[in-house]
Protein backbone atom coordinates (compact mmCIF):
# COMPACT_ATOMS: atom_id res chain seq x y z
CA UNK A 1 0.00 0.00 0.00
CA UNK A 2 1.33 3.60 -0.79
CA UNK A 3 2.44 5.58 2.03
CA UNK A 4 3.32 9.65 1.50
CA UNK A 5 4.13 10.47 5.74
CA UNK A 6 5.01 14.33 6.62
CA UNK A 7 6.70 15.72 9.16
CA UNK A 8 8.23 18.73 10.64
CA UNK A 9 4.79 20.38 11.78
CA UNK A 10 5.03 22.49 14.52
CA UNK A 11 4.12 25.48 16.36
CA UNK A 12 6.52 28.34 15.63
CA UNK A 13 6.83 32.27 16.26
CA UNK A 14 6.03 34.61 13.51
CA UNK A 15 8.95 35.20 11.04
CA UNK A 16 10.27 31.67 11.79
CA UNK A 17 10.96 28.72 9.79
CA UNK A 18 9.82 25.49 9.67
CA UNK A 19 11.21 22.69 7.32
CA UNK A 20 8.40 20.11 6.03
CA UNK A 21 9.36 16.63 5.05
CA UNK A 22 6.71 13.92 3.17
CA UNK A 23 8.28 10.11 2.58
CA UNK A 24 7.16 8.18 0.17
CA UNK A 25 6.82 4.62 0.08
CA UNK A 26 5.94 2.05 -2.52
CA UNK A 27 5.72 3.95 -5.27
CA UNK A 28 8.47 5.03 -7.92
CA UNK A 29 9.23 8.22 -7.09
CA UNK A 30 11.11 9.76 -9.37
CA UNK A 31 8.07 9.26 -11.79
CA UNK A 32 5.39 11.20 -9.98
CA UNK A 33 4.85 15.02 -9.68
CA UNK A 34 4.57 15.89 -6.37
CA UNK A 35 2.66 18.60 -4.45
CA UNK A 36 2.25 20.34 -1.08
CA UNK A 37 -1.30 21.57 -0.33
CA UNK A 38 -2.46 23.33 3.17
CA UNK A 39 -5.99 23.63 4.18
CA UNK A 40 -6.61 25.78 7.20
CA UNK A 41 -9.91 26.20 8.87
CA UNK A 42 -13.14 26.61 7.01
CA UNK A 43 -10.85 27.21 4.05
CA UNK A 44 -10.87 24.95 0.94
CA UNK A 45 -7.88 23.06 0.25
CA UNK A 46 -5.11 24.87 -1.73
CA UNK A 47 -1.66 24.12 -3.42
CA UNK A 48 1.45 25.66 -1.88
CA UNK A 49 4.25 24.44 -3.65
CA UNK A 50 5.01 21.92 -6.55
CA UNK A 51 8.11 20.30 -8.21
CA UNK A 52 7.39 18.15 -11.37
CA UNK A 53 9.53 14.81 -12.05
CA UNK A 54 11.62 16.83 -13.90
CA UNK A 55 11.85 19.67 -11.39
CA UNK A 56 9.73 22.21 -12.51
CA UNK A 57 8.57 24.21 -9.86
CA UNK A 58 5.23 26.20 -9.55
CA UNK A 59 4.26 28.18 -6.19
CA UNK A 60 1.31 29.98 -4.54
CA UNK A 61 1.66 34.09 -4.70
CA UNK A 62 1.15 33.76 -1.33
CA UNK A 63 4.32 32.32 -0.55
CA UNK A 64 6.52 32.93 -3.70
CA UNK A 65 9.87 34.34 -1.94
CA UNK A 66 9.34 32.51 1.19
CA UNK A 67 8.97 29.05 0.70
CA UNK A 68 10.93 26.77 -1.25
CA UNK A 69 10.22 22.59 -2.46
CA UNK A 70 12.70 20.22 -3.17
CA UNK A 71 13.07 16.59 -4.10
CA UNK A 72 15.99 13.92 -2.93
CA UNK A 73 14.30 10.84 -5.37
CA UNK A 74 17.25 8.68 -3.58
CA UNK A 75 15.34 8.72 -0.86
CA UNK A 76 11.86 8.95 -2.04
CA UNK A 77 11.51 12.39 0.17
CA UNK A 78 9.91 15.97 -1.04
CA UNK A 79 10.73 18.78 1.34
CA UNK A 80 9.08 22.25 1.77
CA UNK A 81 11.35 24.60 3.90
CA UNK A 82 9.09 27.75 5.17
CA UNK A 83 11.05 30.94 5.82
CA UNK A 84 9.02 34.09 7.08
CA UNK A 85 6.20 32.41 8.47
CA UNK A 86 3.49 34.38 9.14
CA UNK A 87 -0.27 33.59 11.18
CA UNK A 88 -2.37 32.99 7.94
CA UNK A 89 0.66 30.18 7.36
CA UNK A 90 -1.31 28.18 10.10
CA UNK A 91 -2.90 25.53 8.20
CA UNK A 92 -2.85 21.63 8.00
CA UNK A 93 -0.11 21.01 5.33
CA UNK A 94 -0.54 17.82 3.06
CA UNK A 95 1.91 15.99 0.67
CA UNK A 96 0.45 14.66 -2.88
CA UNK A 97 2.17 12.37 -5.23
CA UNK A 98 0.46 12.84 -8.65
CA UNK A 99 0.88 10.73 -11.97
CA UNK A 100 -0.58 11.23 -15.08
CA UNK A 101 -0.20 7.72 -16.31
CA UNK A 102 -1.73 5.37 -14.98
CA UNK A 103 -4.23 8.70 -12.96
CA UNK A 104 -2.28 7.69 -9.60
CA UNK A 105 -2.80 9.87 -6.65
CA UNK A 106 -2.36 9.72 -3.38
CA UNK A 107 -2.27 12.09 -0.40
CA UNK A 108 -0.54 12.16 3.19
CA UNK A 109 -2.54 12.53 6.43
CA UNK A 110 -1.08 16.13 7.01
CA UNK A 111 0.92 17.80 9.66
CA UNK A 112 0.09 20.61 11.35
CA UNK A 113 1.76 24.18 11.35
CA UNK A 114 0.54 26.93 13.70
CA UNK A 115 2.12 30.40 13.30
CA UNK A 116 1.47 32.50 16.43
CA UNK A 117 3.20 34.25 19.10
Known amino acids: QVQLVESGGGLVQPGGSLRLSCAAS????????MGWYRQAPGKQRELVAA???????NYADSVKGRFAVSRDNAKSTVYLQMDRLQPEDTAVYYC???????????WGQGTQVTVSS
Open 96 to 106: NARRVIGSSDY
Open 26 to 33: RITFRLYD
Open 51 to 57: MTRSGTT
